[in-house]
């Protein structure tokens, strides 16, 4: 089983990259984010005939979360317990009896404002949606653009970017919390190097190039995918064509 996560960057303006991926790599699953448009401007046309699936939410121009899978998916769910309705940041589905949980984490804007304070609250219901719904026992991938940075090696100038909303110790305990539920990071389960990344900004000259970049797309495993993870890598070449997302594409392989 083949899955995938990617920060879109508006699915409408990336659409020709997401159809040419999901052909040449044939995912089982992918998940999007910031797909950017409300649910009755969402392209599903476009995917007729791709063999996907897709459910969706979405909202005007920000936020928004979508997974494609190539065979049916039950037990939908739009949206966080306890969020804000207009935030849509999360979407669940069980794919072959894999629940798989689309996130995408608040950004924080700036430390001490009201939006980093809702960074931390959301993944401590985030945390709290697990605990009610599932065990660890059960077959879970949480997946998504986490908007951290878990370690030094995860951001290319640790010193200067120590204390941003992306990579700081609140953010980072807020991760770890919902980690403790029963999580693995898979990318760290096949990858011990430094400077691997998956977003690099679009205001720094050539920082795709020079490599300046940060790791803020997780895919996450409860321990029965965990043990049958043979995989995690990036695909780094959708980073290189016409107007492209910020992110590149983080996927998962499992002996399924």
Same mark, same amino acid.
């Given at each position: 089983m083949k899955i995938a996560t990617f920060? &879109?960057?508006s699915i409408r303006s990336r659409l020709p990259i997401v159809l040419d991926w999901l052909d040449e790599y044939t995912p089982d699953v992918l998940c999007v984010?910031?797909? +950017? =448009?409300q649910d009755k401007d969402f392209p599903a046309a476009a995917f007729d005939g791709s063999g996907y699936n897709v &459910? *969706?939410?979405g909202q005007k121009s920000y936020n928004g979360v979508a997974i494609f899978a190539n065979t049916e998916m039950t037990d939908i769910v739009r949206g966080l317990d306890g969020t804000d309705p207009d935030e849509a940041r999360f979407i669940k589905a069980t794919v072959g009896g894999v629940h798989i949980v689309n996130t995408y984490i608040p950004q924080g804007r700036e430390p001490n404002s009201e939006m980093f304070a809702y960074k931390l609250k959301w993944y401590k219901q985030l945390k709290k949606y697990f605990e009610k719904n599932f065990k660890p026992a059960d077959k879970i991938i949480w997946l998504g653009d986490m908007n951290l940075a878990v370690a030094a090696r995860d951001v290319h100038d640790p010193d200067a970017m120590w204390g941003s909303v992306c990579y700081c110790k609140e953010v980072q305990d807020a991760f770890a919390d919902v980690e403790s539920f029963g999580f693995t990071? =898979? *990318?760290r389960l096949h990858n011990d190097s430094d400077s691997q990344y998956t977003f690099w900004d679009y205001r720094v000259p050539n920082g795709f190039k020079r490599n300046i970049g940060w790791r803020l797309d997780y895919i996450m495993a409860t321990k029965p995918m965990t043990k049958i993870c043979s995989k995690c890598y990036t695909d780094k +070449?959708?980073?290189t064509a016409d107007k492209p997302s910020d992110h590149t594409f983080l996927i998962a392989e499992f002996d399924i």
């Open positions: 920060n &879109v960057n984010q910031e797909t +950017k =448009c &459910v *969706f939410l990071d =898979c *990318f +070449k959708p980073r």
